[in-house]
């Protein structure tokens, strides 16, 4: 679950209603992020690269399409010097919003064309696996599936006279398909998610936004009685931004809580688990076309099956991004990050350290 665009994407609906004009905005770039692990573990180095396409075209005053998908090549080096690879295309979403009280009530479809990976050899299982760790917050941290469908709303409505208060829900259908190649079918579990948020301002300048989201999620069905189960998850958010001079500090924190679920003897359980983030933003504008943005976040996170979770790892990241206008319809962002903490597995305790580095270009007309 990729958490700070999950909440940033919901909280929009709250003060921003469905613009009047049409237009297309296109944003596609590459991002690089590797990580190199000490010794003690099965691998040592996973390196993934992505080549993100989204295009999002607004049609008169109440709807809007957008279209999302990727190229992903992924790769990890086991400490034996083997190197087990992916590439391809990700699964492709195509999103239709619609305005029914603009600003007040959106209405959302999306269809997700199963375009990526969704039969692998079982010799790719640990590529797969260690690409989906919250942990490490890889651009893409899965591949691909059979597809499905999902529908939800989203409202919101003023309190006082700057604040507002935002509800949502959603629920996702998936189609069964054949994760691991030779395999059983599976038929993934209904998963519903329940939103509700608030923004405003508050004393000299400053601006807050917070969500809460509730998610829970069906068994899956792996054929034969066999079941695959992931708990319910709480996820709270909180962002504040604030005015220092010509500049601009944004401060932000999220939790996401993953619950044990209830299971029969025999089922597949994910353990329950705890990601918590904390992170600051300083824009500082170097020119009108110049924007740097230095950066820090701490992430932490904890997992088990048992009563006390333990400890799965940890992560600074710093670094900055630099924002260039090169046209009135046009941005680049330059990125560069570098990450190091530490990785535990069964009681071995090892170092991670590595760079993020990726350029976004977003058009618009």
Known sequence: MRAPAAVLVFIGVLATSTSAQSGTVARTGVFFESYSFGTGLAFDRLSEMTIPLAITQRFGSRLVVDLGTAYA??????????????SGLID??????????????????????PTGAAEV????????????????????????SGGGLSTGFASAFKVGQNWAVGTGA????????????G???????GEG?????VEGPFGGGKYFRGAFIYTTSGANDLGGGARSLTGNRALVYGAMSMPLGRNSLSLYAWNMRRFSPASDSGDIVTPRGNVLAVGAR?????SPKVTLVPLL?????????TDKMVLLGYLFRTGTDLRYRLSTQATAVVQAQVAFGKLNDEGTSVSLFGPRLGMLIEWSR
């Open 121 to 144: 050899p079982d010799t790719t299982i640990p590529l797969f696996g260690a690409t989906a760790t919250d942990l490490l917050a890889f651009t893409t941290p899965g591949f691909g």
């Open 282 to 286: 300083f824009e500082r504008p170097m």
């Open 183 to 189: 395999g059983g079918e599976m038929s993934p579990g």
């Open 92 to 113: 492709t979403d195509i999103r239709a919003t619609v305005g029914v009280m603009p600003g007040r009530l959106l209405l959302t479809l999306v269809g997700t064309l």
């Open 193 to 197: 998610r329940a939103r509700v948020g």
């Open 297 to 305: 976040e701490f992430r932490h996170e904890l997992t088990g099956p």
């Open 170 to 181: 959603s629920y996702r259908y998936g189609a069964s398909y054949t994760p691991v190649a």
């Open 73 to 86: 090549s992924a790769s990890v080096r086991e400490s034996g010097g083997n190197t087990i690879e992916h």
